[in-house]
């Protein structure tokens, strides 16, 4: 049996196909990164009894209810806190935020801001749909200046969030961002940085044929996928312009930060407890 | 139209068609173009796609539409 043929049995047992059809939309991203998560995490060996998967609220939220491993399906925003604690309590496991946009960006902003200073030793998978999905479609922080959504009829006028850039200036050790288009590249990041430790996120551009397409002339999931085929540059060096992303414009991804070494919260923690028991 | 003389026969691709939401990706992104819409309805009222080899489209086991599949409803068995 091939590597690839194996993977896809293993598949079977780390979802919960009972619950199968998902309730995501035809041609929704969210099923690809899944698929490319649950790959990588048998690829790394990872035991699913050390795996946990933590979600916020909304339509990537409920990729927790999907999987056959210990999830956390969070109250909204608070996908990381939640994962802070987990990892407080039980070092020895693997926390996975499996998140939105609006849920990490928006309503959790200040704990993905905090958590990323603090370098808590999390993956951050990011699903940036630019809007929000299961409310019907508003404009959110990722929303592209000018995109067309119900809550900005005549043209989104905000500045969207530049995620990447946002991580390494707050000294995430790995960033990159993949589109779905880019299905092994994306599967192989997320076994790259299953392996490291620290703050790690990986940002994921997806398709939302059905509330974000349909308003920006991308009304079938072929078209919006072939968006992405045709704009995406991958650029490992990209500079901050580079990152933004502009309406209908190019979507630079790639590996933007790759680095080992810098101590995680819980172990410069455990460094304090240790001193603070050798001088009592 | 692909020249695929030289490829032989590597695998099937079996559908799970309840869990299908035509989509299509696995249509548009196969590289040898064995995977087909059909003609049947399912449960939920989509078009799965349905695999059909001939002559000038054989499946080469590249298992890019597992991949792309966002509804976990395609599965590759390679031939022995």
Same mark, same amino acid.
């Given at each position: 049996m091939s590597l690839m043929e194996e993977l896809r049995m293993n598949e079977e047992n780390l979802l919960r196909t009972e619950r199968l059809p998902h309730v995501w939309c035809p041609g929704c991203g969210i099923g690809i990164v899944l698929n490319a998560f649950l790959r990588a995490v048998m690829r790394r060996k990872i035991d699913p009894n050390k795996l946990v998967v933590v979600s916020g609220i909304g339509c990537t939220g409920r990729a927790a209810g999907y999987v056959n491993v210990d999830s956390f399906h969070t109250t909204h925003g608070r996908g990381i806190p939640f994962a802070v604690g987990i990892k407080f309590a039980r070092p020895d496991l693997n926390v996975v935020v499996f998140s939105g946009d609006g849920d990490l960006f928006a309503i959790g902003g200040n704990h993905f801001v905090n958590a990323a200073r603090r370098n808590h030793d999390l993956l951050i998978i990011a699903v940036n749909n630019f809007t929000y999905g299961m409310t019907g479609g508003q404009h959110g #922080? +990722? +929303? #592209?200046t000018g995109a067309y959504t119900t809550t900005t009829p005549y043209g989104n006028p905000d500045r969207p969030f530049n995620i990447p850039h946002l991580a390494i200036s707050l000294g995430a050790p790995y960033v990159a961002r993949w589109t779905t288009y880019h299905v092994n590249q994306l599967q192989n990041s997320i076994y790259k940085a299953l392996g490291m430790k620290g703050f790690r996120v990986i940002e994921i551009i997806s398709q939302c044929p059905t509330v974000y397409g349909r308003r920006n002339t991308m009304r079938t999931p072929l078209s919006m996928m072939e968006y992405f085929q045709k704009n995406s540059i991958i650029k490992n060096d990209a500079s901050f312009e580079e990152l933004e992303i502009k309406y209908k414009g190019r979507i630079v991804v790639g590996e933007f930060r790759n680095v080992q070494g810098i101590p995680t919260y819980e172990e410069r923690y455990e460094d304090i407890i240790r001193r603070a028991q050798n001088e009592s | 139209m692909t020249e695929n003389k030289n490829f032989k026969r590597k695998a099937t691709v079996k559908i799970l068609e309840d869990r299908c939401k035509g989509c299509w990706y696995c249509v548009n992104y196969c590289p040898t173009k064995v995977l087909v819409v059909s003609e049947k309805l399912n449960a939920k009222g989509y078009h799965p796609p349905e695999f059909r080899e001939d002559e000038e489209h054989v499946c080469i086991a590249c298992h890019l539409c597992e991949l792309y599949c966002p509804d976990f409803a395609i599965v590759v068995e390679e031939l022995k």
């Open positions: #922080p +990722t +929303t #592209p | -």
